[in-house]
């Protein structure tokens, strides 16, 4: 096998994923970070991408409602149409080494994306997503146009915001790719907290400061 290619995806590996793609899609329901059936989960599975469906409450998603597309977005898997921001996933999948991805329209990291073009870094988990986040500008969801400017916002980054719309974040793993969305929100939170006081306003991190915790991050967490 050559380098970079994938096997197919076993049929147990795609139920799994599956219902951690389910499972993920709740979760950012019941902490808040979606309303209703905005918001999007994916995770690839050798060559195929599962995705959560377009327009129906997670809460209604099952074993047998799973949905599966290739790359090229031709679907692969199951009957109900795949999320309309589709094309935003594939292109960064295509584009970097992501196994799963958490989209969100978390209400501090989407007013924050009304204000900045980076997140301002109030506090050093900027690090923790590559850096101090920038915001994609706007463009229709669904399109090709958000999808590159999806791409170039997360140059270098595991995490963006998309102005006027939300938050994006990919990882090795769910879980990490989720972890980074709560990290973000929370982090548009304090920015804002901060801002909000008459008269004051919040320190920064500089540019050496959040290179120091980059460099301490990468020794984070239990031996092996």
Do not use: F
């Not at 329901?29 to 209703?36: E, I, N, Q």
């Not at 998603?61 to 094309?87: I, K, M, Y």
């Not at 170039?152 to 980074?180: M, W």
């Amino acid at each position: 096998m050559k380098t970079g290619e994938r096997t197919p995806a076993a049929p147990d590996d795609i139920s799994r994923t599956w219902a951690d793609v389910v499972a993920t899609a709740r979760r950012s329901t019941a902490d808040g970070l979606v309303v209703g059936t905005s918001g999007n989960v994916s995770a690839r599975v050798g060559d195929v991408v599962l995705v959560t469906p377009s327009g129906v409450p997670y809460d209604r998603l099952g074993p047998g409602d799973a949905v599966g597309v290739d790359l090229d977005g031709r679907q692969v898997l199951g009957e109900l149409a795949p999320t309309s921001e589709l094309p935003m996933h594939l292109a960064v999948y295509r584009a970097t080494d992501a196994a799963a991805i958490v989209h969100t329209h978390a209400t501090h990291a989407t007013a924050v994306s009304t204000l900045v073009d980076e997140v301002p870094p109030i506090h050093y988990m900027a690090a923790a997503l590559g850096g101090p986040v920038r915001v994609a500008p706007y463009a229709l969801y669904g399109t090709d146009e958000l999808a590159a400017h999806t791409l170039r916002a997360l140059d270098g980054r595991t995490g963006c915001l998309l102005r006027n719309h939300g938050t994006l974040t990919h990882g090795a793993t769910l879980e990490a790719a989720y972890d980074r969305t709560a990290q973000l929100e929370w982090m548009c939170r304090v920015w804002l907290t901060a801002s909000a006081v008459p008269g004051r306003a919040p320190t920064l991190l500089a540019p050496a400061q959040l290179d120091e915790v980059t460099a301490k991050y990468r020794g984070y967490g239990q031996p092996g």
